[in-house]
């Protein structure tokens, strides 16, 4: 069992910067993949970024890319999003997850076995 808790968010104005951290609970996150999912109210939970457990490998939705940076440090067993040049659009409440080791990082939420609660990001225009 891992237990996430995102912490990090907050109110900032549009092309301001935040960055989300996520600590898991034990040391043995340290082998899972792990992901940042966002949802925004009346909408589905979508992928932001994830990146595998050695933190070699990374993906990014397209709305984030080249604005977001996902990376983890396994000495705090903690996982990182710096978030650049933020939209109203990215709005929402961001989550942290865990998926049990695979060779393959993944853009699924079905694909996730842990989840922390969440953490609101919100971005005025």
């Known amino acids: 069992q891992v237990q996430l808790v995102e912490s990090g968010g907050g109110l900032v104005p549009a092309g301001g910067s935040l960055r989300l951290s996520c600590t898991a609970s034990?040391?043995?996150?340290?082998?899972?993949?792990m992901g940042w999912f966002r949802q925004a109210p009346g909408k589905e939970r979508e992928f932001v970024s994830a990146?595998?457990?050695?933190?070699?490998?990374?993906i990014y939705s397209d709305s984030v890319k080249g604005r977001f940076t996902i990376s983890r440090q396994h000495a705090k067993n903690t996982l990182y999003v710096q978030m650049n040049n933020l939209k109203p659009e990215d709005t929402a409440v961001y989550y942290c997850?865990?998926?049990?080791?695979?060779?393959?990082?993944?853009?699924?939420?079905?694909?996730?076995?842990?989840w922390g609660q969440g953490t609101q990001v919100t971005v005025s225009s």
């Open positions: 990146v595998n457990w050695i933190g070699s490998s990374t």
């Open positions: 997850a865990a998926a049990l080791p695979s060779p393959n990082t993944s853009d699924s939420l079905y694909k996730y076995d842990y």
């Open positions: 034990t040391r043995a996150s340290a082998i899972y993949n």
